[in-house]
């Protein structure tokens, strides 16, 4: 079977196909999950505001029953109130108001009448302030609850100051509740860490004929008079947390601005704000506020479809995978049809050369026979010199042939291959080149070529003693290089044809070494070389 066939291109098509299916179906499924997860904070969001507003509704409504009791009798304000909001309870109905209090009408100059109130409702002594060049003012006659810091506001002129001034007439002219800007109460002047605040006013308006002598104060044509404002203070660190309780601890970040758009003050925060912050509306009066709430659950946000995303990728993935594996299974049984031929192949190559060694090895020890037998002076001589030199070619090649080293020295294999066929100690010496370490399969490779060019030599060229035999080697730009010369043969050698043995060396030196060979013949002289890259396996 191919892998490239019609049928397995038709099925890969069809699994990348299915792949892109599950991926799309994913990643909308991941999105619809994140929308869905953003709309549910989007609709908690929404419920903090409307608690807060309804919170902030809540406070207008006392404001409005404290506003009806004050009109109903103006002259006992002070004790009635107070029963009002001991029965009434705003601080644990509806927290986060810094008390209630009533702002009297004053024309300038004139603050014996509201000094008195101050004293009626407090038994002390009182002044009005600041000085101020507006025509009339509104100090503050009560404070309920009263407490220490409250006190420090008692006797203020609030419409000396612009930005209350701002939103007490506004309320003045529209009869409904009003807020303030950001301003800092007079009451912090007392407090250790101070916050910024705002206050909601309603107008109190005169009861009677305009003209009466009841202290209301009347402006420009077309405005009621007023007696005065019925206002609460807030200090917005302590409302916030007043009006959420524990619910805001479950809020990663939340911010809000007192008003709209860019510009508007930051007032409070709590927490840090993440990328995807809810922003809502507060009505404060009649004032827009707002409020941006993170809930910073990236784990619970982004699991959901995190994990629905992983899932299809994984589908996606596995599809792939099972086709890249069928595909690899197809590879490996062609790669290993191949390694089986191939060792096949090399099977019947080291049989042939095990066929073709016999002989030579056979040639070998008649020539080292014969060698050996001239160099001896007598039976006794021969029979020590040929045990001797045979018993070396032993121990050389089951070196090689059991691997008991580690490396071997290139040199070493040289010449003992040399010495075996009968080259003397000053030949010998004549063999140079650097220290050269070869692995066994490196090892193995050049031993088998230095004997076949030696057995060679032996039966045709200059170690029969018919020439002459220089052997060396060097590095040469990150190879080494092993040159065999025979000079001054009687004969030109034949090398048109290579034999059986140079074929099996040629690929050991081109496999095992992964290198290359070179034979020349030209005036009665054979030139071998081979160069292979120098691994440097000793270091």
């Excluded at 479809?305 to 299974?329: E, K, M, N, S, Y």
């Excluded at 370490?437 to 031993?447: E, F, P, T, V």
């Amino acid at each position: 079977m191919r892998p490239n066939s019609w049928a397995d291109r038709l099925l890969a098509l069809l699994v990348r196909f299915v792949g892109l299916v599950i991926l799309l179906a994913t990643l909308a499924a991941a999105s619809a999950s994140f929308l869905y997860n953003r709309s549910e904070e989007s609709d908690r969001a929404a419920r903090v505001a409307t608690q807060v507003n309804m919170r902030l509704r809540d406070h207008v409504a006392v404001l409005e029953g404290v506003r009806a009791l004050y009109q109903s009798d103006s002259a006992t304000s002070g004790p009635g109130i107070r029963a009002y909001l001991g029965a009434l309870r705003p601080q644990i109905q509806a927290p986060g108001m810094e008390g209630v209090g009533i702002a009297a009408a004053m024309r300038a100059g004139t603050p014996a009448a509201v000094e008195a109130k101050l004293r009626e409702n407090y038994g002390r002594d009182i002044k009005v302030w600041p000085t101020t060049d507006q025509p009339i003012g509104f100090p503050v006659v009560l404070v309920e609850p009263y407490t220490p810091r409250r006190n420090v506001a008692l006797g203020f002129d609030m419409y000396s100051e612009p930005t209350r001034r701002e939103a007490m007439r506004r309320a003045w002219k529209t009869g409904q509740p009003a807020a303030s800007g950001i301003v800092q109460l007079a009451q912090e002047r007392a407090a250790k860490v101070k916050q910024p605040g705002f206050l909601i006013y309603i107008p109190v308006y005169v009861r009677g004929p305009a003209g009466a002598d009841n202290g209301a104060v009347a402006t420009a044509a077309g405005v009621r008079p007023v007696e005065g404002f019925v206002y609460a203070p807030f200090r917005i660190g302590d409302m916030m947390p007043a009006v959420l309780g524990s619910q805001l601890n479950s809020i990663d970040g939340i911010e809000i601005y007192a008003g709209e758009g860019p510009s508007a003050p930051l007032v409070f925060r709590k927490g840090v704000m993440g990328w995807d912050a809810q922003e809502q509306t507060l009505r404060v009066a009649d004032r827009q506020w707002t409020m941006r709430i993170s809930y910073g659950r990236i784990a619970e946000r982004l699991g959901r479809p995190l994990a629905i995303l992983i899932f299809g990728i994984a589908l996606a993935l596995l599809a792939t995978q099972l086709h890249r594996v069928q595909r690899r299974r197809i590879i490996a049984f062609q790669v290993l049809a191949a390694e089986k031929a191939r060792h096949a192949e090399d099977r019947e190559l080291m049989i042939g050369e095990m066929a073709h060694r016999m002989k030579n090895a056979f040639a070998r020890i008649g020539a080292l026979a014969r060698i050996t037998l001239r160099e001896s002076t007598s039976l006794d001589d021969f029979e020590t010199k040929f045990d001797g030199r045979m018993r070396a070619l032993s121990d050389a090649k089951q070196m090689l042939v059991t691997g008991a080293v580690d490396t071997v020295e290139l040199g070493q294999i040289v010449r003992r291959e040399l010495e075996l066929a009968g080259r003397s100690p000053d030949q010998l010496s004549a063999v140079t080149g650097p220290d050269v370490r070869l692995d066994d399969d490196g090892a193995q490779a050049l031993s088998l070529a230095i004997h076949e060019f030696v057995t060679n030599s032996i039966k045709y060229g200059a170690l029969a003693g018919r020439g002459d035999l220089a052997v060396g080697w060097r590095r040469d730009e990150g190879d080494i290089e092993l040159s065999w010369v025979e000079s001054d043969l009687p004969e030109p050698p034949q090398i048109d044809s290579e034999s059986f043995g140079t074929q099996f060396i040629r690929t050991l030196i081109e496999r095992q070494l992964k290198g290359s060979w070179n034979r020349s013949a030209a005036d009665h002289r054979l030139s071998i070389t081979i160069r292979w890259p120098d691994r440097d396996v000793a270091n």
